[in-house]
């Protein structure tokens, strides 16, 4: 067995963190701004916790690839829920079925292994942030004490049926605004979000254990060789790529 070929069958079993796997667009669902899609490909992670994220490019693509956090990992391939703008996302919501893509990972720690397992949560999602969490939902749902995602728009709606979503052109309540309807003392937080939602729940949960929010960047190696997620943090300087994505919000003064 020359060395690609045994390489290949390394990532068909656990997802290739260093190599591309190959993998096809199978599903689709769209609204104005955002997608629900699903990828397949032999060479796919089997088994990915939530909070963690892959890379993916469009094949051949000499441009940075684009992270996404997973939203669902089965049989059926990896699914997606991202918003419907930039290079990656766009072939997401308009190339045909069938377009190949690359995919790199599973990169980031779960949230499970970055949380308190004494605890009980709140997910607080804002837009395309709610897929780690609702994947989270899946996979610990005892461990989950109520969930808020919020939209700016509607559009959302059809592609999440059944989760229960804030809409905030229809009553100018946002995510981080619907929390303190759930939240109860005793309860942890694990947000993520554009990063304004983040500093209002870092503000309105200051001082209180377990609260959780879990960063974007423009990651490029995603094993934490570049540097490029680096922040800054109480305990020093951290990689979002392989420290995170998951922080306690009392590591992050700048988010407060």
Known sequence: MDYRSERNDDAAQCGSRFF???????????????????????????????GQFVLVRYKEDPC??????????????????????????????QCPMGTEFEVRGPYGTPYAQLVSSGRR?????????????????QQYASRVAGAVYGFRTADACDLLPNTP???????????????????EE??????????????????????HPD??????????CGIGTCLGCSIETRSGMRRICTDGPLFPVCELPWLM
């Not at 956090?69 to 919501?93: H, I, P, Y």
């Open 121 to 137: 949560y709140i997910l607080v999602g804002g837009g395309s942030g709610a897929a780690p969490l609702l994947f989270f939902h």
């Open 186 to 207: 005793g309860l942890g937080v694990i947000a993520c979000g554009p990063e304004p939602m983040l500093r209002l729940l870092a503000r309105r949960f200051r001082g």
């Open 64 to 93: 940075l690839p684009r992270a996404f956090s997973v939203m669902s990992c089965s049989q059926q391939g990896l699914g997606f829920f991202v918003k419907t703008e930039g290079r990656v996302r766009e072939k997401f919501a």
């Open 20 to 50: 591309w796997s190959n993998a096809v667009l199978v599903a689709r669902e769209t609204s104005k701004r955002y997608a629900k899609v699903t990828l397949q490909g032999d060479g796919l992670p089997r088994s990915i916790g939530a």
């Open 165 to 183: 979503l804030v809409i905030e052109e229809e009553t100018g309540i946002r995510a981080a605004d619907r929390v303190d309807a759930v939240w």
């Open 211 to 220: 609260i959780y929010v879990s960063l974007e960047a423009r990651i490029g």
